[in-house]
């Protein structure tokens, strides 16, 4: 070996983490998919139409998520790598730039009332809190439909049908 070959190595092993903690970040998504409550049927959801529900998730978007999430919806900088003092992921847009439209309503409302560290597998950290005891569950489907509201048409009808098929698959496992 020379001495060269350490360091080539080492950004194999990094891409090697990052696609793991990637696996491990889907891996979770797919296991809160799996334990989604049926939020549906409560008659909960997040509706980016309701002036009353994205008055109340303005204010609580403003007071509990703007300072790590940005009071426009644009995250932290660099939201795709990690930190190298604590080797987390700082927080990620809300906005159209970022995944959260990726995901089901159900999705994102158990991440947000659970907290990301319930969804993955142990040892992940986050900064990203559980809002469980902060925050009730209309509340949190009002914070929901701010962010919803704030996306552009075409991003908004690729998350409904997004949430659209989860509720479907739901309903067959049922």
């Not at 139409?49 to 644009?74: F, K, P, T, V």
């Not at 994102?108 to 469980?132: H, N």
């Not at 048409?153 to 690729?158: G, L, M, N």
């Amino acid at each position: 070996m020379t001495p060269t070959q350490p360091k080539a190595a080492k950004p194999l092993l990094r891409l090697i983490a990052m696609w793991s903690a990637a696996a491990a970040v889907v891996g979770a998504l797919v296991v809160g998919y799996v334990t989604y409550s049926g939020l549906e049927d409560k008659g909960m959801r997040a509706d980016p139409n309701d002036a009353a529900q994205l008055s109340l998730g303005r204010q609580i978007y403003a007071r509990e998520c703007a300072s790590c999430h940005g009071d426009r919806l644009q995250g932290q900088p660099n939201w795709r790598q990690r930190r190298a003092s604590s080797g987390r992921l700082p927080a990620p847009p809300h906005d159209e730039t970022g995944h959260t439209w990726h995901h089901s309503d159900e999705l994102l409302f158990t991440m947000t009332k659970r907290g990301p560290a319930a969804l993955i597998p142990a040892g992940y950290q986050t900064d990203m809190p559980a809002y469980a005891s902060k925050l009730d569950d209309r509340e949190i489907w009002a914070v929901l439909a701010f962010i919803k509201s704030r996306w552009p048409k075409v991003i908004r009808d690729r998350q409904d049908a997004i949430t659209r098929r989860d509720r479907q698959r739901q309903r067959r496992s049922r």
